[in-house]
Protein backbone atom coordinates (compact mmCIF):
# COMPACT_ATOMS: atom_id res chain seq x y z
CA UNK A 1 0.00 0.00 0.00
CA UNK A 2 1.27 3.35 -1.20
CA UNK A 3 1.34 6.73 1.24
CA UNK A 4 -1.17 8.47 -1.68
CA UNK A 5 -3.56 5.70 -1.39
CA UNK A 6 -3.13 6.10 3.04
CA UNK A 7 -4.08 9.47 2.25
CA UNK A 8 -7.08 9.19 0.31
CA UNK A 9 -8.32 6.38 2.67
CA UNK A 10 -7.85 8.33 5.84
CA UNK A 11 -8.94 11.68 4.11
CA UNK A 12 -12.69 9.24 3.16
CA UNK A 13 -12.60 8.24 7.18
CA UNK A 14 -12.65 11.83 7.79
CA UNK A 15 -15.10 13.11 5.51
CA UNK A 16 -17.26 10.13 6.24
CA UNK A 17 -17.27 8.60 3.05
CA UNK A 18 -16.13 5.46 4.78
CA UNK A 19 -17.54 4.28 8.66
CA UNK A 20 -14.34 2.48 9.29
CA UNK A 21 -11.20 0.83 6.97
CA UNK A 22 -9.49 -2.72 8.11
CA UNK A 23 -5.93 -2.80 8.07
CA UNK A 24 -4.12 -6.00 7.69
CA UNK A 25 -1.20 -6.95 9.80
CA UNK A 26 1.12 -6.70 7.04
CA UNK A 27 -0.08 -3.31 5.83
CA UNK A 28 -0.34 -1.83 9.60
CA UNK A 29 3.44 -0.51 9.64
CA UNK A 30 3.29 1.69 6.54
CA UNK A 31 -0.26 2.80 7.42
CA UNK A 32 0.47 4.00 10.74
CA UNK A 33 4.37 5.79 9.69
CA UNK A 34 1.63 7.81 7.24
CA UNK A 35 -1.20 8.17 10.10
CA UNK A 36 0.92 9.34 13.09
CA UNK A 37 2.19 12.45 11.03
CA UNK A 38 -1.27 13.69 10.33
CA UNK A 39 -2.22 16.59 11.77
CA UNK A 40 -5.91 15.22 13.16
CA UNK A 41 -3.95 11.98 14.01
CA UNK A 42 -5.80 11.79 17.35
CA UNK A 43 -9.13 11.91 15.68
CA UNK A 44 -8.69 8.48 14.84
CA UNK A 45 -9.16 5.24 16.51
CA UNK A 46 -7.90 1.77 16.16
CA UNK A 47 -9.45 -1.20 16.97
CA UNK A 48 -6.91 -4.05 17.28
CA UNK A 49 -8.36 -7.19 15.88
CA UNK A 50 -7.75 -11.09 16.60
CA UNK A 51 -4.87 -11.87 14.27
CA UNK A 52 -3.42 -8.66 13.86
CA UNK A 53 -5.91 -6.32 11.62
CA UNK A 54 -6.78 -3.17 12.65
CA UNK A 55 -10.55 -1.22 12.09
CA UNK A 56 -9.78 2.26 12.23
CA UNK A 57 -12.80 4.76 12.36
CA UNK A 58 -12.34 8.56 12.27
CA UNK A 59 -13.94 10.43 15.96
CA UNK A 60 -15.52 14.08 15.70
CA UNK A 61 -13.78 14.83 19.08
CA UNK A 62 -9.78 13.88 19.17
CA UNK A 63 -9.18 11.30 21.52
CA UNK A 64 -7.64 12.40 24.52
Known amino acids: MDEQTI ?20 QFLSFRTVL ?3 EDFKHFR ?13 LQEPRS
Open 46 to 58: GIAQQGGSVIYRY
Open 36 to 38: VNR
Open 7 to 26: HEILDKLKDGELHEYLVTKE
